[in-house]
């Protein structure tokens, strides 16, 4: 069996002696993938396209998955959906490498496991909701305002700012 890490390992040693132009794609579809440290993915599919180049081999990958996250609001459970569409240059030498500074290894053996990794973390979003209009939570009694409706007394105001409810209350 491979180890999990492996799943995104792919063999594209055939494409190096192809002409340039030649391409090949890869189709995914695990229904979980734990990338190393702390990824882990539900529903990962998606296809990686790489094409042979006079300076390397060009991976198109588009993928969706979904991550099981936290409402900021509400502190409900929930798949947040993740998409990704990204192209990397691996470069056959030094000479040619690019910014991602990503060189094509001697056995030909690409891991996108650290890539889709990288991408997939920037697509999370930084107050991730469950829905748009969440209600979060009631500041009272911490019920969830989705699920039901508090009544508690509005009118409770802390007596040191009565003062300024009466200003409210002359307009």
């Known amino acids: 069996m491979p180890h999990p ?4 390992r792919l063999n594209v040693g055939f494409l190096i002696n192809q ?10 579809d695990n229904p979980r993938l734990h990338l190393d440290p702390d990824l882990d993915l539900n529903g ?38 993740l998409k990704i569409d990204f192209a990397e240059l691996f470069a056959f030498s030094p000479n040619s490498i690019t910014d991602a500074e990503l060189l094509l290894p001697e056995n030909a053996q690409i ?42 007394d509005d009118d409770a105001v802390d007596p040191r700012l009565s003062i300024l409810k009466s200003l409210l209350d002359k307009e």
């Open 44 to 81: 990962l599919a998606g296809t990686a396209k790489f094409t042979r180049t006079a300076q390397g081999l060009l991976a198109q990958v588009k993928m969706d998955a979904t991550l099981q996250t936290e409402c900021v609001r509400c502190l409900t459970a929930f798949l947040q959906p």
């Open 111 to 152: 891991n996108l496991g650290p890539l889709v990794r990288e991408y997939m973390l920037l697509e999370v979003p930084i107050s991730p909701l469950c829905r748009l209009d969440c209600k979060g939570l009631c500041p009272v009694c911490g019920e969830n305002l989705n699920e039901t409706t508090c009544h508690h």
């Open 19 to 28: 002409s340039v132009g030649s391409s090949r794609d890869f189709v995914f």
């Open 5 to 8: 890490n492996d799943q995104l």
